[in-house]
């Protein structure tokens, strides 16, 4: 799954990290440090972060989510993956 943070609009309120430590992690009182790529097996923490955000400055690229689950052809980075 494609992950972006608008840090613009972050205010370092770190309620993503708390849900979602594998994904999200703050550097320093407001630095967000987050994996673009973060694997699927984090999907339903990271649907947690993204609803517990008090800025909604997490996007999902839920197209690419879609398209990997229905094993779409060209799903994903096309990279072979064991998990």
Known sequence: MRLVVDLNRCQGYAQCAFLAPDVFAMHGDEGLLYDPQAQDAHHERVAQAVAACP????????LDMAAAAAG??????GEASDG
């Open 72 to 77: 779409a052809p060209g799903a994903g980075s």
């Open 55 to 62: 800025v909604q400055a997490i996007l999902v690229d839920e």
